[in-house]
């Protein structure tokens, strides 16, 4: 649709404004996290064909916003960790699905690299998502 189009041409500026976002912590609350994660998923679903190329920086970004959420020791009530880590999780299935399932592959590695099992979890969820 003419969204996807829209998306489309400004991808690069979006993609700035949204990996930008996804480093900042806004805690205790993280509204805005919150909030571009939902921004990528809708990004994702309507720009798909241009995410492969996307895709080695979207997936670094995402996996080190779940890394970062994992082990992050302020404020942040763990609900909404768990909003985060679900929103990113989302993100890299919707990822994988558009890539016809790169991501699955990119991850293995990391998977059997990592030891943290909320992150393995995170993982996991995309490995099985059919």
């Given at each position: 649709?003419r969204?996807?189009?829209?998306i489309?041409?400004?991808?690069k500026?979006?993609?700035?404004?949204?990996?930008g976002?996804?480093?900042?912590?806004?805690?205790?609350?993280?509204?805005?996290?919150?909030?571009?994660?939902?921004?990528?998923?809708?990004?994702?679903?309507?720009?798909?064909?241009?995410?492969?190329?996307?895709?080695?920086t979207?997936?670094?970004?995402?996996l080190?916003?779940?890394?970062?959420?994992?082990?992050?020791?302020g404020?942040?009530?763990?609900p909404?960790?768990?909003?985060?880590l679900?929103?990113?999780?989302?993100?890299?299935?919707?990822?994988?699905?558009?890539?016809?399932?790169?991501v699955k592959?990119?991850?293995?590695?990391?998977?059997?690299?990592?030891?943290?099992?909320?992150?393995?979890?995170?993982?996991r969820?995309?490995q099985?998502?059919?």
């Amino acid at each position: 649709g003419r969204l996807g189009i829209l998306i489309a041409r400004h991808m690069k500026r979006l993609e700035r404004v949204i990996l930008g976002y996804l480093e900042v912590c806004d805690s205790p609350e993280e509204e805005a996290r919150l909030g571009i994660l939902e921004t990528l998923q809708c990004t994702i679903e309507h720009a798909w064909p241009r995410m492969p190329c996307r895709l080695p920086t979207l997936l670094k970004a995402l996996l080190k916003f779940i890394w970062d959420v994992h082990t992050d020791q302020g404020s942040t009530p763990e609900p909404v960790k768990a909003a985060l880590l679900q929103g990113a999780t989302e993100c890299l299935i919707l990822l994988d699905r558009c890539s016809e399932g790169q991501v699955k592959v990119l991850l293995e590695g990391v998977y059997s690299s990592c030891e943290e099992s909320r992150v393995r979890d995170c993982i996991r969820k995309v490995q099985e998502n059919t």
